[in-house]
């Protein structure tokens, strides 16, 4: 699907985000805080993802990209992984045939290949079954990494030029930005209008890095497991705020207006 690159077109801009994406963070503080095991704050950062997920629906928001798991949280204690694991099994048990109902499309992008089988087949049957909803579009990125996704893209495209005959590998200058990003994870949706990150850091964490690349970014330092409808709507009053001049001079985004 065609979407427009906010580097090679000027995109739409939307008062309400057509695009949320967030990196959900401050579990394991918000946790701590408590005197609680830092695997409580996972078990409440669930809680607010149906928070959030619900409000989106209910503010016209059409996609949402939940950062789950990176590809370097894989270097976290093992009995902290596998208790995110489990989350996430029990979480699709419990969730998708609610979101089904609600019209919303489930999606996971990230190397899934090294998830357990019983997951994978979980997360496929998951995004089988909501394939044909438009409400809303949830993507969790699971073992995800933004530079694993231009590389596996870069591959995917080279691998497509090859099967097209050997000369049109031969030709670098001929390669073009949208015929890399239709091989990105996330091809079906446009690029995040806003980005969030709970938990008071303010950095990208190997996120979305092609996709990001004209997001309105917004930092709090509410722990994720307190982030609710109110916490959304406050950062999308920060949006609404902004002006998105995508390279223009305000000057002539007010001629523009006029
Ligand atoms: C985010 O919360 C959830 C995941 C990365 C899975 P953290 O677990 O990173 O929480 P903090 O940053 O340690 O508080
Ligand atoms: C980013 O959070 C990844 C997710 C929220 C899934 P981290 O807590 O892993 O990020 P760093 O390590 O502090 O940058
Ligand atoms: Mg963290």
Redesign the pocket.
Known sequence: MAHTSSTQTLPAIPTVPRHVAI????N?RWATKRFLPRVAGHGKGVEAVRAVVEACVVRGVEYLTL????S??WR?PADEVSLLMRLFVVALEREVSKMHANGIRLKVVGDLSRFDAKLQQMIDSAERKTAGNSTLTVTI?AN?GGRWDVMQAVQKMMAARSAAGAGAVQDPAAFSEDELAQYLAMAYAPEPDLFIRT?G?Q?I???LLWQLAYSELYFTDTY?PDFGADELDQAIASYQQRERRFGRTSAQLLEQAS
């Open positions: 990196i959900m963070d401050g394991g950062f789950a798991f990176s370097e949280n976290r990125c995800y938990g850091e950095r964490s190997n996120f994720w």
